[in-house]
């Protein structure tokens, strides 16, 4: 029901008034007649988005737009129609089991949330600095404009050795906005300079992990953090958290 708590209203902005009327007739067996008209107004609580960042691997994420009603902070369920606007980006409605086959490395349960959603090249989200925020637009006429938070992360560097062809070392993952640990996941990503090829490794940080890979001759290794954002914030890994770990000489 979109019809809410009559005790909370009027409120604010935060609801909206709606006229409701219905008309009818009677009848009966001694040939009576007559119609009746009834008018109501009906209060409905608007709705406010709430950003759901799920990583898909260490470039892509599929960034979902979770609702909630201002009446009690509820998540709304069951309605796929809810679409919406991002930096531009059209964003599709659904039901959150409905894109349960897009995920990557990422692998939350919402069920039956209502979002919106689009799966986006972190470069499609990125922001100037380490703390900004990303406008959000419901394309209904419930919901209202809002943000989400963008935070980049970083992937610190601990320990690291090179010796007899291998490379161990400790990496930290860390919200590089607020300056504190955030669990997630890091990529190491080895390049062979001679063959071009490439092997791709990854830890669960918590926010710690450890790495000891086999290195080519001629070698690049990156190191790349990704995390989830299920509390409104869009978590990116452009700026500081996409470090060149080591290069043959």
């Known amino acids: 029901m979109w019809l809410v708590d009559h005790k909370a209203l009027p409120k604010d902005k935060d609801y909206m008034k709606v006229q409701m009327y ?13 119609s009746i008209s009834y008018t109501c107004n009906v209060w409905l609580s608007k709705i406010k988005p709430y950003a759901l960042w799920i990583p ?13 009603w201002y009446v009690d902070g509820m998540f709304v369920r069951g309605r796929k129609y809810i679409s919406a606007n991002v930096l531009g980006m059209a964003f599709k409605g659904a039901i ?6 897009l995920l990557g490395i990422a692998k939350p349960d919402f069920d039956k949330y209502a979002i919106s959603y689009r799966e986006v090249y972190i470069t499609e989200l990125e922001r100037g600095g380490i703390s900004d925020s990303v406008k959000i637009v419901p394309e209904t006429e419930w919901g209202v ?3 989400a938070s963008y935070h980049e992360l970083a992937v610190v560097v601990y320990s690291k050795s090179v010796k007899g062809g291998k ?16 669990s997630g996941w890091i990529y190491l990503i080895v390049k062979d300079l001679q063959s071009g090829n490439v092997n791709v490794y990854v830890q669960r940080a918590s926010p710690y992990t450890t790495f000891s890979v086999s290195l080519p001759a001629k070698y690049e290794v ?6 989830e954002g299920y509390n409104d914030v869009i978590y990116s890994n452009l700026k500081y958290a996409r470090i060149l770990l080591a290069k043959s000489s």
């Open 22 to 34: 219905a008309d009818g007739s009677w009848s009966n067996t001694y040939g009576e007649r007559g």
């Open 56 to 68: 898909k691997d260490a470039d892509r994420g599929i960034l979902a737009i979770a609702y909630k």
């Open 96 to 101: 959150f089991s409905d894109i349960k086959g």
């Open 145 to 147: 404009v809002d943000s």
């Open 167 to 182: 490379l161990s070392c400790r990496l930290k993952l860390v919200d590089w906005a607020t300056v504190s640990s955030k």
């Open 222 to 227: 990156w190191a790349v953090g990704v995390a």
